[in-house]
């Protein structure tokens, strides 16, 4: 059997993805080096981060058996019971809770930076995993064997047995692989920014429809400068020239904007921070994997955020992945097994694709005006809303449920029962 330590595995990209991944492969006995380019993360302070996160029943059991849940600043997650989403021209409404999926809640918020920051801090205690920060990588190339990468970063070379790309949208080892990216353009930009409502969030995450694209309120912790339950994120989903207006506009009147648009369902709101705004390009991979290489997150896909889902497809990738590479070494194979990998893929884009082309539906589905087009979407919502089986699969994929969930991903006890 080839020993675990003798293998190597590089990750580029030290995100949400890449850290969790180095994580559990170095869980699993494995060497691990994270190459990431930023910074060192560290925990936030005082304001609200603008990029957060809903991480699913399926995510939270995968930082919780791994780790990094206790990593995390309690104060700063926010767990929410419900959902309410609605058409902002029609009389549908769905509205989701915890309750009626059997559960104690539909999912957590927190920022971006604060996860990595938890993954970072978990890693620290971790030998085997060497995670270097403000560390960019020169270049990669597979040796002529196929039998692993060498990799130039600073001028030193490391040598691996399997290289994963894990470095986002614009990934260069997806490039140095020779993967086509798929790109395209959703027709959407976003903006982000962090609100004061008069009226308590009551851990209940909002999504309303509009003919120009969604906006979602995401609850957030509490700020005691802004009340109890008062402080939520925005993702403001549209046409560029409607979300450039809005990036633009003073702040009295995108707040006048923000609270028409969502019907005043929050009461007066205040804008807390800055809004930035970036462009909704949605990209699948034509392949996941190579010889000797692997790509997970958005270096594999990206979806539209109407539904929160992106982080959360990353994180069940890099599970994945690390699950079928220490069975792999387990079984004596090396770590960058090919049948490995292949099952790694197979595991993995259908599910990713499968999500991806229902929320490019959903977008187009919105934005048909013509009335017999409405009013079937309209009377689909609320026969959703009334119950069955239908609202069931809803909730079960908001919770991130599936038939082929990693053995991390589950409760301890049916994880236990998987294996």
Known sequence: MTGVSEQHIIIVGGGMTGGLLGVLLAQAGLRVTVLDGAPVPVMPEGEAQLRVSTLTEASYWLLRNSGVWDCLNPERV?????????????????????????????????????????????????????????????????????????????????????????????????????????????????????????LPHQGCARQVFMESGPLALLPLYSDPQQGEQCQCSIVWSGWPERIRELQECDAGRFAMELQAAVADVLGEVTLL?????????????????????????????????LAGQGVNLGLLDAAVLAEEVSRAVESGLGCADRHALARYQRRRRGENLVMQNAMRGFQQLFEQRALPLRWLRNTGMRMVNQGGPLKGFFVNRALGRSADLPGLAQPPRRARNSG
């Open 78 to 198: 926010q767990p929410y019971n419900a959902m309410q989403v609605w058409d902002q021209d029609g009389t549908g409404e769905v509205r989701f809770s915890a309750e009626e999926a059997g559960a104690d809640t539909l999912g957590w918020l927190l920022e971006n930076g604060h996860l990595t920051a938890a993954l970072y801090q978990r890693a620290q205690s971790l030998p085997n995993l060497d995670w270097r920060c403000g560390t960019s990588v020169d270049s990669a190339r597979r040796n002529d064997s196929d039998s692993g990468w060498r990799v130039v970063c600073g001028g030193e070379r490391l040598q691996a047995d399997l290289l994963v790309g894990a470095d986002g949208a614009r990934s260069q080892v997806r490039d140095w692989a020779g993967i086509s990216g798929g790109a395209s353009d959703s027709g959407h930009h976003a903006l982000v920014a962090t609100i004061g409502t008069a």
């Open 273 to 305: 921070s800055e809004r930035a705004v970036f462009p909704i390009q949605p990209r699948h991979a034509s392949q996941y994997v190579a010889p000797a290489l692997a790509l997970v997150g958005d270096a594999a896909h990206v979806i539209h955020p």
